[in-house]
């Protein structure tokens, strides 16, 4: 995962790393919060010359305060570019075009108008906002799961399948095992985050089918927690459990020196890739042997004492009542 915003305005023209599969944001939604617009030629310039595995054809997400009819307008914004990726760039087998609404009448007839013009097996859910949008964030960037976004995230994914055969991208979902699982038990088929990064700077590991812990110095800040950052929040229950997690690590750090986790950024960025592509394979792994199994899962390991677990019993209960709903519509009751 990485943005195209990270390269616009730079002479690098090409990431500094290896990739095995890159997912290219096109970096919407970072200038939509700075103030600033994006140059279409020039989002294109970027990807291609990255040519990555999938991008996001440039969308115009909205911001708090937008009547209903200007975020139609930024819509019409959005489909012109989907149809202009599709037709004058090299990236065309590439794009996952992002989906918006701004009531559930728009979610329906702006997934129909995807279904019969993007050519794409993918779309990324952007911002789906209801009534209360004044004082909702939105879809992407650094998410804060709330009962609302798990509402926004069962309609929008339950239309999806219902109006389209498209499989769901959520973006920014899976930076955190808590946040990622519940994007996938809600039907989601892939989720990315460069937030794992940012966490490692700020001194975070992510614990395996787990929250985050504060391990190390924090790079922005300059503060050290040292080597009992584990135990930050006074008798905190959980540190021998969770450096017995990490014993278990299997990533290239946690195998050879997990030390270095305490003082090196880098070394924490390489532990959370990994945690969290293990993460992803885990949720795969599940759904393959069936939701129910997955749930129960969920339900016994991941959850069991978070402190997202009321998250996860209002998804549950969600799901479970749109399944309910969904057939008492289709029966015509
Ligand atoms: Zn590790």
Redesign the pocket.
Known sequence: MDSVINYYDSEQRKPAYQWGKLFLDNGAFTARMKGVSLNKERVIEVQESIDPDRTIPLDYPFTTGQTPRQMERSWAKTKDNVTYWQTSTRLRRKLVPALHAWNKKSLASNIRWLQRNADSDFLALGSIVGPSFGKFRGFFGDRQPSTELIDMLALAISSISKLSDFKVHLMGFGSSPLTLHLGYYLGAQSTDSAGYRRKAAFGK?VL?GKGERHVGADSMTGRDFGKNAMSIREGNPRREEDLEM?NR???????TS?DV?WVDWRARA???E??MKEEVNIAHRFLNLGRSTYEKYLDQVVYSRSSLRYLWEYAKLRRNYLRISDALWEAGV
């Open positions: 590991i395996p990490l690590c299997a990533c290239p750090i946690c195998s997990a986790l390489i532990h959370n990994f945690v």
